[in-house]
């Protein structure tokens, strides 16, 4: 049923062209009523932004921000951490990658859970686009491994203990539903990741703050997976691998943390090193380091791209 709260929905995008337009006709389409669309471009070359027709929105940004920046600079405008009286510009805020199709009851199905247990997170269930009946994946945790977090349902067949409602450490940040109450008493996300475990950060500190984080099946998104650096997987694993020890220095963990990574590390490397993928090592190593703050912070050939 639809229901009657004001959605932003803020779409953030760097050369989407091949996607954007899929996402924004499947936004257009849900049934939920009190729907705006507004499109964050990240500077693009492709011609993506110039897509971007009424009644949706355009915010085009001078560089590439990320998706943690893209988003901060329209809910800074929107939003004052600690400020009540600026609640009223939406009742939640739903935040996509430019790679998201949500069917068309998505939003409604997120709002139902969201009215029932109060301002927190919630996220979809992720399917993989173009594989019919697989996740992208369901909800998460900190393991604090080498790459920081583990995700429950990766690749799976859907069905089964995916289908039901749970409160969980973390979602993935393809698609989310957010409070504006998260925001005004957390803050935003930390623009320093640029990529990858944005999100993570900005669960977890949520959730220190007793904002619950959970995890809605009967909502459905299909994301076609690793949209910007598909041609350039070594970007992810740098970026992975340099915000997982920003992470862990940002949060001032534990030696039990540090041991785990330490040790998850060494055998990701050994791991390599025995398959002869000296580049994919080479580059593990790049993000260890720029993490703990030497060198520098690009992974071959450039900076990444959002």
Known sequence: MPTDERVLALVVNWNGCEVLPATLEALRSTVHRELEIVVLD???????????????????????????GALNAVLRTLIRPGDYTRSNVADYFLL?????????????????????????????????QGRPGRLDAAWGRITWSHVLSSFAGKGARD?????????????????????PRVFQEVGFFDEDYFMYHEEVDFLFRTGRRGFPAYYCPAARVHHRRAHSTRDEPLK?????????????????????????????????????????????????????????????????????DL
């Open 42 to 68: 990240n500077a693009s070359t492709d011609g993506s932004a110039d897509m971007v027709r009424y009644p949706v929105n355009l915010t085009p940004l001078a560089e590439n921000l990320g998706y943690g």
């Open 159 to 179: 069905g089964g203990r995916y289908d039901r409602v749970r409160r969980v450490q973390l979602l993935l940040g393809c698609a989310l539903l957010v409070h």
């Open 96 to 128: 996509l990658n430019n790679d998201i199709l949500v069917e068309p009851e998505t939003v409604s199905r997120l709002l139902e859970i969201a009215r029932e247990k109060g301002p927190g997170i919630y996220g979809p269930k992720v399917l993989l």
């Open 236 to 304: 992810r694993v740098f970026w992975v691998r340099r915000n997982t020890v920003l992470f862990m220095r940002k949060h001032r963990v534990g030696a039990w943390a540090w041991g785990n990574w330490g040790k998850t590390l060494v055998l990701s490397l050994v791991w390599n090193a025995v398959l002869l993928r000296w580049q994919r090592l080479a580059t593990i190593w790049r993000g260890v380091v720029a993490g703990m703050g030497g060198g520098t912070c690009s992974p071959p050939p450039g900076k990444g």
